[in-house]
């Protein structure tokens, strides 16, 4: 018999108590008994006297082939290793001015691999000057994020990184705190978007009036030439 480590429990005569709560092969409670006499026991039947919950007083010990449960717990193991999935992170890539039938080719790739368990970063690629519209990028992220929620939600929210933005989605439903906080960011990408474009009507504008400032005065000076 081999010593007993952390990992494993107590088998016959390793189990070192006065007394234990004895517990059949048929999981019949047979009650407390001195470790000599549930030894006993478990000899007779052909079988393993194991503690199986040494925190209890006395301890329970159960009698069983010890052999055979090792075995089953081994391949149980094996079973749960094979089962689980290892989550693959995927890439879907978007310009800031991307046309809708593009947009809707890459999200339903998108929503294909969530639905295949794996996560995907979408990332914004800006070029030039499209890194002065920050807001255009966000839009897409919260147009994708809503597109995929019934199949995956966010998991890291927009953020810059260098002149790319990115998220991260992972496969499950939004939640409704979720999908409030996606609201929320195109609500915010909304007000930033018709700030940038009054910004712009404003700046015309004003180059308007100094150009007209301008060919007006220049119209005086030719009238004082005259």
């Known amino acids: 018999m081999a010593n007993p480590t952390e990992e494993e429990p ?12 004895l517990v059949s092969a048929d999981g019949e409670q ?13 000899q007779e039947a052909g079988l393993d006297l194991v503690e199986v919950a040494n925190q209890a007083d006395p301890p ?4 069983m082939d010890y052999g055979k449960f090792k075995y089953e717990q081994s391949q149980k193991a094996k079973e749960s290793r094979k089962k689980a999935t290892h989550i693959l992170v995927k890439e ?28 995907v970063k ?7 000057r499209e890194i002065q519209y920050p807001q255009l990028g966000r839009k897409i992220l919260d147009d994708v994020a809503e597109s995929i929620s019934h199949v995956g939600r966010v998991e890291v929210y ?8 990115t998220m991260l989605l992972t496969p499950g439903k939004a939640t409704r705190r979720q999908r409030e906080a996606i609201e929320a960011l195109q609500a915010e990408a909304l007000e930033m ?11 015309s504008s004003v180059t308007d009036e100094e150009q007209t400032s301008d060919e007006t005065l220049e119209l ?3 009238l004082e030439t005259e």
């Open 92 to 119: 879907m890539k978007y310009r800031p001015k991307i046309g809708s039938g593009d947009f809707e080719t890459k999200t339903r790739r998108v929503e294909k691999f969530l639905t295949e368990g794996s996560k």
């Open 60 to 63: 329970v010990c159960r009698v």
């Open 10 to 21: 107590r088998v016959n005569e390793d189990i070192r108590v006065d007394n234990v709560r």
């Open 220 to 222: 005086e000076q030719d």
């Open 193 to 203: 978007e018709e700030a940038s474009a009054e910004a712009e009507a404003e700046a």
């Open 30 to 42: 047979v009650g407390i008994k001195p470790i000599s006499e549930a030894l006993r026991f478990a």
């Open 158 to 165: 927009p953020e810059q990184e260098g002149r790319n933005m």
């Open 122 to 128: 979408v990332t914004i690629m800006f070029r030039g």
